[in-house]
C-alpha cells in the first residue's frame, strides 16, 4: 500500500532566505548566480538467461556467462537557464563526486553556483574540497520527490 510523503514545506519556506543570504555573503565576487539540482544514477547491464525449448522436466543447457556492468552518470541540471554537466562515471564515491564538483566550477567561473543534492554520505565527506564558487544545498532526509532530475533521466 502506497502512503502519501510529507512534502518538506520548511525548506521551500527558507529557501528564500537561504539563497538571499548566500547572495549578500558573495556578491561581490560573482557576476551571477545559477541554481543547479544534482543527483547521480546508476546505469547497468546484467546478462539474464532466457527460456529453452526442452523436453517437460529436463533442465535446458544454456551458455551463460554472469557479467555485470555498469556506469554512474552524475549530474546537475539548472532549471534557471538550462545549463547542466553530465558526467560518466565508474564508481559512486567521494573521489568522483571531487571531479564532478571542480568540472561543474570550471563551466562558468565567474558564476556562483548553489547545489541542490541529497544526503549522499560521499556529499558530505571531510576529505571533499569544494570549490570557491560553489556552495552545496542539502535536502532534508526522506525527500525523494524534491529532485526533479530524476523524472527526465532516472527511475
Given amino acids: 500500500m502506497y502512503r502519501k510523503m ?3 514545506y520548511w525548506l521551500l519556506k527558507k529557501i528564500g532566505e537561504h539563497l538571499k543570504q548566500i547572495k549578500n555573503k558573495n556578491i561581490h565576487q560573482f557576476k551571477c548566480f545559477n ?3 544534482q543527483d547521480e544514477s546508476r ?3 546484467l546478462t539474464m538467461n532466457h527460456k529453452a525449448l526442452t523436453i517437460k522436466g529436463v533442465k535446458p543447457l544454456c551458455r551463460y556467462q554472469h557479467k555485470f556492468d555498469n556506469v554512474y552518470l552524475f549530474g546537475a541540471f539548472s532549471p534557471v537557464n538550462g545549463n547542466h554537466l553530465l558526467l560518466e ?3 559512486c564515491n567521494t573521489d568522483n563526486f571531487q571531479v564532478f564538483l571542480t568540472e561543474l566550477s570550471q563551466i562558468d567561473k565567474d558564476e556562483f553556483k548553489i547545489v541542490v543534492l541529497d544526503n549522499g ?7 571533499l574540497m569544494i570549490p570557491p ?11 525523494p520527490n524534491s529532485i526533479q532530475q530524476k523524472k527526465y533521466g532516472g527511475k
Fill in 133 to 143: 564558487n560553489i556552495e552545496l544545498k542539502f535536502l532534508p532526509p526522506y525527500s
Fill in 35 to 37: 541554481l543547479y539540482c
Fill in 121 to 127: 554520505a560521499f556529499h558530505k565527506a571531510k576529505r
Fill in 89 to 91: 562515471m565508474p564508481h
Fill in 6 to 8: 510529507k512534502k518538506p
Fill in 43 to 45: 546505469i547497468g547491464l
